[in-house]
């Protein structure tokens, strides 16, 4: 049972991560593929707070709480806590762009926006 | 000896201006904004040279917010400027500078915005260059590619910027994830960010599955900013519809900061691991070489001139990726050197064909054929370009390649000098006949006119070409020249490249703020001088391109029969068919390409 | 490719890379064991040193203050861009609300809805304020508080239509908002560096930690953050209404 806890978190990690990837390749609608493309950007938010994370510790904030108590890594929590907002944008974008090529092609099937040829 | 400017202006300054710039778009006043935003271009690129001056002795380490090392371990974030980091940094400004001048009063649709996202394209590729922490280097990265796909897909009423915009977004935007979640396994291992300090903290255990993994991941997700085989596919989509001051930064400078992301976290962060890893180079090797030749093919077999350049970028990629991959100082100046002319001549080229875009309305081959003879000037910058890309001495691009070369049969690998004398023939064979299709009207070369994808760029009369159009296209080939023939240049570079490979160096200076002495010139560095015999193959290629054209434009129908007899035709398109515009396709190659490298990796380094 | 060859591509790499992720995992110390010097360090010079208690808010504005710089205009530029490829083409027009208009088969407005609705947002908004100012002491800060106020207007959409929205929260307002908010981040650190000293180094008077003047600068960085994901993510689902809403091809349709 220890060694599922221990491993379980990665595991989830990487199985976030394939089965996003997984989605996006099979993906038959732009708006589909681009939840997908955020469900990969979710393994990497449970990959670096499971790295970062101590068995017993307390949260980061320090509020009546004795100095040299141990906490857990405030570091990846930055890292996440920035990534988190900034992916809506990002996904914003690429919608506003399947928005556009939607109302341009007709579809939003990534097959049948037409190919370019050189 | 000036004193070297905070290295935090050349970022914060262009970020300020890019926020006062959409501030001001709500009484937008298109000539100001242009005008800031070359002015802020060209003050960067100042700072950039200054820097550049200033580090040349020690690197300039500078820690954001005061937070230099405690108790010997880094808190804070750091900038660790060093020649080539400065040296790239500038040519990205310059060419920012170049495509703001190229498009100063046209591209009115989005009034100041288009200005504001360049600027912050500007701030992300410089700090890209400068910086020497791990997840730095992934924010900026990743602020390149929004910026990037932003500008790509501007022109929203067309497909076919939509389409580019799209596959360039998607597929840069995983590289992106893997990149982190390689950030992710060195943190768990080491607790560090700073490229310096996760380099010693990870030399501590013996190089095992994290270690590989993590170079992995970390590298492809750079490698498919770099357009390396097989993460190649998005860049002619995204090259042939953006803006063509787009184009410029996207083919002179964005494709190189890919690979100089996997050069600076290897010699910082791996190479203490590593060492000189032989099996290493052989995979970069096979990879750069397939990259250079399926680069150019597909670049001789293209019609359309936007998507001609960027098939031949993906081809100079590959070469760039071979040059650093022989791992040793030589190699490495001798791509720095290249990177510098190819970004000043491919530029030129990107502009030569958008001012044949605003003149004639389309830049599809068929439909161009010696129309373009009201233009001399820019004929003969275009035919000019394609020699300096066929390898003609002394262009920088003929010194880079030369220098590759040298390296190369130093390490004994001199195969490598044929595969780049065949792409350079390709690549610079097709540029070549379209200057002369274009250009002379000669050959009787027949093409069926392509479906047209996207619309005329810019307003406004079409009778004459602007200067402002001209001149950065003049400036740039000629900056492209001058890399090869300026003195001295080559042998700085040659130091500059052996300071970046001494990871000891390195982590000295940004660890403990001990600069290091001079390194004594080592014999294997050489002097920044090619050997005659390459000199003779880079002119020998350029001559090889020049008649690979002529043949093309005259003989065309009997090479194809040579070629169907030779079965040729089938693979070809093969290839060609697998650039299918369908992003799911491109990430599953991704993904493929990403396994297949990891699993030789493995193999490679266990 | 044909979607089974797709796939077959994809299944062969992805079992490869699911192969190559469990053997890098596992180079990982067990979960729950990390135990790095670089977070410790910085647990216990945060109070000390800046007043902050909590630690995630002085990560990411004072200690790693330079990656948020990056991180925030990764936000400012998604936003241009949304507004950049969502604007009104050429043959498009920008009609009335399609969701107000006479005659839509939707039902109307409930006045209960809009007097909740209203009641909600406000709440909504000062909570939102709170979270933003209280970042220096608690879990909170400018992302957080900021996501929470663009909540606001969404709500205050679904309760009152668009129109009270764009009176509201007009377009060029939160344009103007999302600027100025991503420049006075920077403009804190080249204040610091006017000052002689280095760039986005926490100058000002650093309070009583667990108040809300802790931190120096850091409550400073807090508003403009804030400033700037509340007036940009509120941008960013403004263009989508607009889009869906209002923005339709000219001539019907």
Redesign the interface.
Known sequence: MNQL??????GV??WL??AG??G????RH?VH??VC?SV??S??YV??L??????GAL?????DVP??T??????????C??????E???M??????????HK??GTAD??R?????? | MPVAPSPSLPVAVPLVVAAALVVGNVRPHRRLADGVAIACALAVTALCVLLLVGSLRAPIVYWFGGWAPRQGIPIGVDFAVDPLGAGLASLSSLLVSAAMLFSWRYFTEIGQLYAALMMVFLAAMVAFCLTGDLFDLFVFFELMGVAGFALAGYEIEEPGPLQGAINFGVTNTVGGFMTLTGIGLLYGRTGALNLAEIGRALARHPPDGLLVVSLLLVSCGFLVKAAVVPFHFWLPDAHAVAPTPVCILFSGVMVELGLYGVWRVYWTVFAPSLGQARTLTGLLLAVGCLTSLVGAVECFLQQHLKRLLAFSTISHAGMFLVGTALLSPAGLAGTAVYVAGHGGVKASLFLCVGILMHRFRTIDAARLKGRGARLPLVGGLFALGGLALGGLPPFGTALGKELIEDASARAHLGGIAAVLTVATVLTGAAVLREAGHVFLGIGRLQRRPLHEIQGPETGGPRGRTPPVMVVPAVGLLAAGLAVGVLPGFAAGVEAAALRFVDSGAYAAAVLQGVSPPAPAAAPTAGTGVPEPGTVVLSGASAAGAVLLALLSLYAAPPLRRLWRGLRGVRFVGWLRRLQSGDVTDYVAWLVLGTAIYGVVLALALR | MTPRQRLLAFLLGGMGLAGLLAWGMAGLPGFGSHRAAYGQLVTRLSVPLRNTTDVVTAVNLDFRGFDTIGEEFILFCSITATAVLLRRQTREIVGAPRDQRPGRRSPGRDDGVLVLGTALGALVVCFGLYVVGHGQLTPGGGFQGGAILAGGVALLYLASGLRAVERAAPEWLLEIGEAVGAGSFVAVGLASLAAGAAFLQNLLPLGTPGTITAGGALGLINGAVGLEVAAGTSLVVYLFLVQLLRIEAAGGG
Not at chain 1, 50 to 55: D, I, L, N, S
């Open positions: 806890i221990t491993w379980l978190p990665f990690a990487a991560f394939m990837l997984y996006i390749v099979t993906s732009l593929l681009i493309l990969v950007q393994s990497t990959l670096l499971a790295v970062g994370y101590r068995t949260a980061p904030v320090l509020v100095a040299g141990p906490t857990v890594d405030p570091i990846v929590q930055a890292l806590l920035t990534d988190v907002v900034v809506v944008t990002v914003a974008v690429l919608l506003a762009l399947a928005v556009q090529a341009r092609f990534p097959a926006l037409r190919p370019q040829r050189g």
